[in-house]
């Protein structure tokens, strides 16, 4: 199945972010509503060239907090410092994720406790001053899968702890565009993220983010935006908060190469129609050692046909 490029006015719904002072390098990807998630930032700003050159104007990571704070109260961010700069010099926008737990503070479990909330909110704090302008932020990555949140999950938490990550947030940078709930998992979650409604998520943040990847197939995405975006009116949601779909993949073994691109352009026509103002597929490269097979990028760098159709999307 092949699809046009359908035109999303991005600039309606997603912030301004810092962006290359090259007129032709910020043209390149500056109302792209595609990203791709990567799984080591280290290396990923050395690829940066190959993310525009598919159109790719979007990329998400993990900014760690147990990597970024090893002593209390001190953080380093170089690890994120270069994916961040080769991004900007491409008019690729980062979405940063603050997530996982840290050994510092209530032992990995996730940060419920008063005191590991207030630590969690200081890292996020800590990480929007130092990427003031440059990043966009997303609290936490699957909080409704318990292998993602490190335990059972607990919507009462996850709100107390995304409410006070997004005041120290905007403390530090008060235009930075805020996500959640990163809602994930085989099944469509609609009990935790109803909780997560009900308990003031839709205040807290500027835009609902949602995983899909119960969508046995693209088309099948289609009523879970329906059906959240009922809740999000039934719960008073603003006007301003859109439903993006912060990371989406199918799996693409060797021999269905062809069937996950076809997939790749058929989700971004879903999204698109859908009125989905952002899209972040993933993966970008599948990990040396692999355990999936998501990756527009096989483990040695070498594009496959899922890249492909995402290139020859961009040139229609």
């Not at 926008?93 to 209530?106: E, H, K, M, P, T």
């Not at 003031?132 to 607990?154: K, L, Q, S, T, Y």
Request: charge should be negative.
């Amino acid at each position: 199945m092949r699809a046009r490029w359908l035109a999303v006015p991005v600039a309606l719904a997603l912030p301004a972010v810092a962006t290359a002072k090259d007129p032709a390098r910020r043209a390149a990807a500056a109302d792209s509503d595609v990203g791709v998630a990567v799984e080591f930032a280290g290396h990923a700003h050395e690829q940066v060239e190959q993310m525009a050159a598919a159109g790719i104007g979007w990329v998400r990571a993990d900014l760690a907090w147990s990597h970024a704070e090893r002593e209390p109260g001190k953080y380093d961010f170089s690890t994120w410092d270069p994916l961040v700069a080769a991004a900007e010099s491409r008019a690729i926008r980062v979405l940063l994720i603050l997530d996982y737990g840290n050994a510092l503070y209530d032992g990995m479990a996730p940060p419920c406790s008063d005191p590991a909330r207030a630590a969690f909110a200081a890292f996020s704090g800590a990480a929007a001053r130092h990427f003031r302008g440059r990043a966009a932020w997303e609290i936490w990555n699957e909080p409704n899968v318990p292998r993602f949140w490190m335990g059972a999950p607990d919507p009462v938490c996850y709100v107390a702890l995304a409410q006070e990550a997004a005041a120290a947030i905007r403390r530090e940078d008060p235009a930075a565009w805020i996500l959640g709930p990163a809602l994930g998992g085989e099944t469509f979650d609609r009990d935790y993220l109803e909780a997560t409604f009900r308990r003031g998520l839709l205040g807290i943040v500027d835009a609902v983010s949602i995983h899909p990847y119960s969508a046995a197939y693209p088309e099948a995405a289609a009523p879970i935006y329906g059906d959240v975006r009922r809740m999000m009116k039934a719960y008073g949601a603003p006007r301003r908060v859109p439903l993006v779909v912060s990371e989406w993949g199918y799996q693409g073994h060797e021999a269905e190469t062809d069937v996950q691109a076809d997939y790749l352009v058929r989700a971004l026509t879903v999204n698109r129609s859908s009125g989905i103002p952002l899209t972040i597929w993933y993966c970008w490269q599948e990990p040396v050692l692999p355990w999936n097979s998501f990756g527009l990028l096989d483990v040695h760098g070498r594009a496959k046909a899922s890249y492909l159709a995402l290139q020859s999307l961009r040139a229609r």
